[in-house]
């Protein structure tokens, strides 16, 4: 090629990255604008509670989610103490987004007074409740919190306030000293994370405007997934990318030839890494949580935009740096200096690895199959069942506290109640299934006329009575009707977020599903339950279709049907532990409550698909050498030439993956864990021990039904003595 190409073609690569990062840099700061952390983008499609939300502004006028302001005393509150709370409740009333505040309730016990705030669930809840508490102070002798839904969705959203800033800043900071550490260059761990950092400012420019369009649904979980897994998926391909470069360089070809020789052979297995991985991220597609499905196509996009840019703009930067990118450890011709120097046994880490695995082959398997099946066995400690929303957040949470404040002087489900959309002719038996249920303490009516916006109604002689549900001597009102339906306000017994509730609601969908078809139940506590259902049924039915698309994607890559099924089993032996002791780490070092039914299929997907990128960055050099060598010898050179790559690859995965943890939430420090441990378990476990060796037991009948294993069984048949005996190979080998 004419030299100006040679230099023009890399140069507009990198400009056209320039450009699309410099668009994509500022959306960083405006990502609230098309973000939402509220219940709704995380209900499942289906549920019934999913279908009493979309009706609520039917019933009410207005989209409000209710926030709860509790204030408590030691003694019985005097008139001017209750006075104090009647102007608060006027001066919060006063605020922007706010609707009609109730007047002050009072408590029996006569300790502690609660105030109804409705809030517009479509403005700023969270600066909302900010202002809402900035009024809400001690006051002779009182302490007063905000809670409710509202409450606890502003903490939640106060939680994922340090993804934009302090979960990058961790995550490229871990990231790049780690690079600094496996280069020992100062040029190009910037180059690598340039790679990283424009892959994803162009993947959030091109997820914004998704759902800016309302395409795709974008939260705090979903936002924090994304940036780690880019981040690590980008950097893990320009790993490969880089060490295909270096080797070539050392080799003596020029920059260009380099290049060239660098993209051919890392482009399939970057290819086939990001495809299983995008594959395996759209079976969430299959789920029915509204957050799930858009998981899969948000990450995909981010796992593109990383393919595209490890085979781009990482190869257009080095073909302009050349060899003073490894500046000051410059690879040098006949002279090549390569992490994966394949030298004489006794010289290296990876040819002693290589020879280790190579002499004890079957020991080495059993037992680190063994050593993963013990692990394991914590699985059965594992609680995915759900948790209450009080614990989502870490650490201290106002609503947390206001919502125990609430149960100790009224009934614990004041606040958050079930709302329960009853039709109008089968009012009678629907409130006589409520009277009949000891988890049910009181029932109102939505009335739009009514002062208060409800009337409370009870059964007198077999009829419904409505009265005010407000101050002595308000008028009652009809309660709304739509579409001959009408809605039912049912406080529970029991805190909205406790297991007692969850199993209230599921007793009143029983007995309304007998006496009364047709009835809907929804509200935060039936949220829980159909979303906690809905995930169970998403982890059954979406991990063997990953399962399937995988080995699929394997045997395509592979041409094998045996080794990629080995593959496989190898990585959910390896998943099983990771989740074992994740499991006996949350109930015995960090005292979790328990975990959400998605964290398991979160695990499974990033691991499972990441974990076979490190099988494809494996077996393809394998593959490739054997070619050439025959099989136990190119799983000896495979394993030199890649065991640094993966190991740094997965040391930086881990580090991205770990930094999720500085965000307070209860699910992303739990993925953060299983996925950061079982990722350095893949590393130095399975694709170091437990696959090399399990390969050179079987020998060439790996590739079996291939071409490659009918030819290797016919012209080149290996003997295990003389293989065990085989010298590894030399630099000059590899090289060439």
């Given at each position: 090629?004419?030299?100006?190409?040679?230099?023009?073609?890399?140069?507009?690569?990198?400009?056209?990255?320039?450009?699309?990062?410099?668009?994509?840099?500022?959306?960083?700061?405006?990502?609230?604008?098309?973000?939402?952390?509220?219940?709704?983008?995380?209900?499942?499609?289906?549920?019934?509670?999913?279908?009493?939300?979309?009706?609520?502004?039917?019933?009410?006028?207005?989209?409000?989610?209710?926030?709860?302001?509790?204030?408590?005393?030691?003694?019985?509150?005097?008139?001017?103490?209750?006075?104090?709370?009647?102007?608060?409740?006027?001066?919060?009333?006063?605020?922007?987004?706010?609707?009609?505040?109730?007047?002050?309730?009072?408590?029996?016990?006569?300790?502690?007074?609660q105030i109804f705030v409705p809030i517009d669930a479509s403005?700023?809840?969270?600066?909302?409740?900010?202002?809402?508490?900035?009024?809400?102070?001690?006051?002779?002798?009182?302490?007063?919190?905000?809670?409710?839904?509202?409450?606890?969705?502003?903490?939640?959203?106060?939680?994922?306030?340090?993804?934009?800033?302090?979960?990058?800043?961790?995550?490229?900071?871990?990231?790049?000293?780690?690079?600094?550490?496996?280069?020992?260059?100062?040029?190009?761990?910037?180059?690598?994370?340039?790679?990283?950092?424009?892959?994803?400012?162009?993947?959030?420019?091109?997820?914004?405007?998704?759902?800016?369009?309302?395409?795709?649904?974008?939260?705090?979980?979903?936002?924090?997934?994304?940036?780690?897994?880019?981040?690590?998926?980008?950097?893990?391909?320009?790993?490969?990318?880089?060490?295909?470069?270096?080797?070539?360089?050392?080799?003596?070809?020029?920059?260009?030839?380099?290049?060239?020789?660098?993209?051919?052979?890392?482009?399939?297995?970057?290819?086939?890494?990001?495809?299983?991985?995008?594959?395996?991220?759209?079976?969430?597609?299959?789920?029915?949580?509204?957050?799930?499905?858009?998981?899969?196509?948000?990450?995909?996009?981010?796992?593109?935009?990383?393919?595209?840019?490890?085979?781009?703009?990482?190869?257009?930067?080095?073909?302009?740096?050349?060899?003073?990118?490894?500046?000051?450890?410059?690879?040098?011709?006949?002279?090549?200096?390569?992490?994966?120097?394949?030298?004489?046994?006794?010289?290296?880490?990876?040819?002693?690895?290589?020879?280790?695995?190579?002499?004890?082959?079957?020991?080495?398997?059993?037992?680190?199959?063994?050593?993963?099946?013990?692990?394991?066995?914590?699985?059965?400690?594992?609680?995915?069942?759900?948790?209450?929303?009080?614990?989502?957040?870490?650490?201290?949470?106002?609503?947390?506290?206001?919502?125990?404040?609430?149960?100790?002087?009224?009934?614990?489900?004041?606040?958050?109640?079930?709302?329960?959309?009853?039709?109008?002719?089968?009012?009678?038996?629907?409130?006589?299934?409520?009277?009949?249920?000891?988890?049910?303490?009181?029932?109102?009516?939505?009335?739009?006329?009514?002062?208060?916006?409800?009337?409370?109604?009870?059964?007198?002689?077999?009829?419904?009575?409505?009265?005010?549900?407000?101050?002595?001597?308000?008028p009652a009102a009809a309660p709304t009707v739509s579409e001959?339906?009408?809605?039912?306000?049912?406080?529970?017994?029991?805190?909205?977020?406790?297991?007692?509730?969850?199993?209230?609601?599921?007793?009143?969908?029983?007995?309304?599903?007998?006496?009364?078809?047709?009835?809907?139940?929804?509200?935060?506590?039936?949220?829980?339950?159909?979303?906690?259902?809905?995930?169970?049924?998403?982890?059954?039915?979406?991990?063997?279709?990953?399962?399937?698309?995988?080995?699929?994607?394997?045997?395509?890559?592979?041409?094998?049907?045996?080794?990629?099924?080995?593959?496989?089993?190898?990585?959910?032996?390896?998943?099983?532990?990771?989740?074992?002791?994740?499991?006996?780490?949350?109930?015995?070092?960090?005292?979790?409550?328990?975990?959400?039914?998605?964290?398991?299929?979160?695990?499974?997907?990033?691991?499972?698909?990441?974990?076979?990128?490190?099988?494809?960055?494996?077996?393809?050099?394998?593959?490739?050498?054997?070619?050439?060598?025959?099989?136990?010898?190119?799983?000896?050179?495979?394993?030199?030439?890649?065991?640094?790559?993966?190991?740094?690859?997965?040391?930086?995965?881990?580090?991205?993956?770990?930094?999720?943890?500085?965000?307070?939430?209860?699910?992303?420090?739990?993925?953060?864990?299983?996925?950061?441990?079982?990722?350095?378990?893949?590393?130095?476990?399975?694709?170091?021990?437990?696959?090399?060796?399990?390969?050179?037991?079987?020998?060439?009948?790996?590739?079996?039904?291939?071409?490659?294993?009918?030819?290797?069984?016919?012209?080149?048949?290996?003997?295990?003595?003389?293989?065990?005996?085989?010298?590894?190979?030399?630099?000059?080998?590899?090289?060439?």
């Amino acid at each position: 090629m004419p030299r100006w190409l040679r230099i023009g073609l890399p140069a507009l690569l990198v400009l056209i990255w320039v450009v699309g990062g410099s668009i994509g840099g500022p959306y960083f700061g405006k990502v609230d604008e098309v973000a939402t952390n509220d219940q709704s983008s995380f209900l499942p499609a289906s549920a019934d509670a999913t279908q009493v939300s979309e009706r609520l502004t039917d019933f009410t006028g207005a989209e409000e989610i209710p926030a709860v302001v509790v204030a408590a005393s030691d003694a019985p509150l005097d008139d001017a103490q209750v006075s104090a709370l009647t102007d608060l409740g006027a001066a919060i009333a006063d605020l922007d987004g706010v609707g009609e505040v109730s007047p002050p309730i009072p408590s029996e016990d006569g300790l502690a007074v609660q105030i109804f705030v409705p809030i517009d669930a479509s403005g700023e809840v969270r600066e909302i409740v900010e202002e809402i508490r900035s009024l809400v102070q001690e006051d002779a002798g009182m302490e007063a919190w905000v809670t409710g839904p509202a409450g606890f969705t502003a903490d939640l959203v106060a939680g994922f306030l340090g993804i934009d800033g302090l979960l990058l800043i961790v995550a490229l900071a871990a990231v790049f000293v780690i690079l600094v550490i496996v280069y020992r260059s100062p040029l190009l761990p910037i180059l690598v994370l340039l790679t990283s950092v424009f892959a994803l400012c162009v993947a959030l420019l091109t997820v914004w405007w998704l759902a800016k369009a309302d395409i795709v649904v974008l939260n705090g979980q979903v936002q924090g997934i994304l940036f780690i897994l880019v981040i690590g998926a980008a950097t893990d391909y320009a790993l490969l990318y880089t060490a295909r470069y270096r080797e070539a360089v050392g080799s003596g070809l020029s920059r260009w030839d380099a290049t060239l020789r660098a993209w051919k052979g890392a482009v399939e297995p970057i290819i086939a890494s990001g495809g299983t991985v995008i594959a395996g991220l759209l079976c969430l597609l299959l789920s029915d949580l509204a957050s799930n499905k858009a998981l899969g196509p948000i990450a995909s996009i981010g796992i593109a935009f990383s393919m595209l840019s490890a085979l781009t703009f990482l190869p257009a930067l080095l073909a302009l740096f050349g060899r003073t990118a490894f500046w000051p450890f410059i690879p040098r011709t006949g002279a090549v200096d390569l992490p994966d120097d394949p030298a004489a046994p006794v010289r290296g880490l990876w040819p002693r690895q290589a020879r280790f695995v190579a002499r004890r082959a079957r020991t080495v398997w059993i037992a680190s199959t063994v050593v993963l099946l013990a692990g394991a066995a914590g699985v059965l400690q594992l609680n995915a069942n759900g948790v209450p929303a009080s614990d989502l957040v870490l650490g201290a949470s106002e609503a947390r506290d206001g919502q125990i404040a609430l149960a100790e002087h009224f009934p614990a489900g004041s606040g958050s109640p079930a709302s329960i959309i009853v039709p109008e002719d089968r009012l009678t038996d629907a409130l006589a299934v409520l009277e009949d249920s000891p988890g049910v303490s009181s029932v109102a009516a939505i009335a739009a006329d009514s002062p208060t916006g409800q009337v409370s109604v009870t059964l007198q002689d077999g009829e419904p009575v409505f009265a005010a549900a407000g101050p002595p001597g308000a008028p009652a009102a009809a309660p709304t009707v739509s579409e001959g339906d009408v809605l039912l306000s049912a406080t529970l017994t029991d805190s909205a977020d406790s297991l007692a509730a969850e199993e209230t609601v599921r007793d009143l969908r029983e007995d309304f599903a007998e006496s009364v078809p047709g009835v809907l139940i929804g509200g935060s506590t039936a949220t829980d339950v159909d979303t906690n259902d809905t995930s169970i049924r998403d982890r059954t039915v979406i991990i063997p279709v990953i399962l399937v698309v995988i080995l699929v994607i394997l045997m395509l890559l592979l041409r094998s049907v045996l080794a990629p099924v080995l593959l496989i089993l190898s990585t959910i032996v390896s998943f099983g532990t990771a989740l074992g002791v994740s499991a006996l780490v949350f109930n015995h070092v960090f005292d979790f409550p328990g975990a959400d039914p998605a964290v398991p299929l979160y695990g499974f997907v990033f691991l499972v698909a990441l974990g076979v990128d490190y099988n494809i960055f494996l077996m393809s050099r394998v593959r490739e050498e054997t070619m050439q060598h025959g099989t136990r010898q190119g799983i000896a050179r495979g394993l030199v030439a890649t065991g640094g790559v993966i190991t740094s690859a997965g040391l930086v995965l881990a580090a991205t993956f770990a930094a999720l943890g500085v965000i307070p939430i209860l699910f992303l420090a739990q993925i953060a864990f299983i996925v950061a441990f079982g990722v350095l378990l893949d590393t130095f476990v399975v694709r170091s021990l437990l696959v090399p060796a399990l390969a050179h037991d079987i020998g060439p009948a790996i590739w079996w039904p291939s071409k490659l294993w009918r030819r290797e069984r016919a012209e080149l048949p290996l003997q295990r003595s003389a293989d065990l005996e085989a010298p590894l190979p030399s630099r000059r080998d590899l090289r060439e």
